[in-house]
């Protein structure tokens, strides 16, 4: 069985490198999709700053994905990552790869 391809964010998730990233997300995302895939992986576990432009933009790859009939699932996430997904109260939105497998 194949693994499903993972996109790994490390550094700032921040209106620094938003546009960088939304033209890197928006070409693989449709690649990822093609092959099967019911779930978008991230890696966030490199990422040591996220603003509302890091979140918007994971938000906007979590409503892609369900667009397309799949969900977004973190391999894993910095505690700078998991703590704004606590105080937006979005942990729920995008939940842990583990524990959303059937």
Do not use: K
């Not at 938003?18 to 092959?35: G, I, N, T, Y």
């Not at 099967?36 to 890696?43: F, R, T």
């Not at 969900?71 to 524990?99: C, D, F, G, K, N």
Request: contains cysteine; aromatic residues 2%.
């Amino acid at each position: 069985m194949n693994e499903a391809p993972v996109f790994t964010i490390a550094g700032e998730l921040s209106i620094y490198r938003a546009a960088e990233l939304c033209q890197a997300l928006q070409a693989w995302l449709p690649q990822v999709l093609a092959c099967g895939n019911d779930a978008v992986h991230l890696d966030l576990a490199e990422v040591s700053d996220i603003d509302t432009a890091g979140l918007q933009l994971l938000l906007a790859l979590q409503r892609s994905a369900e667009d397309a009939g799949a969900r977004l699932a973190l391999q894993s996430a910095s505690p700078t990552v998991m703590e704004v997904l606590r105080l937006t109260a979005l942990e729920h939105l995008i939940a842990p790869a583990a524990s959303t497998a059937p």
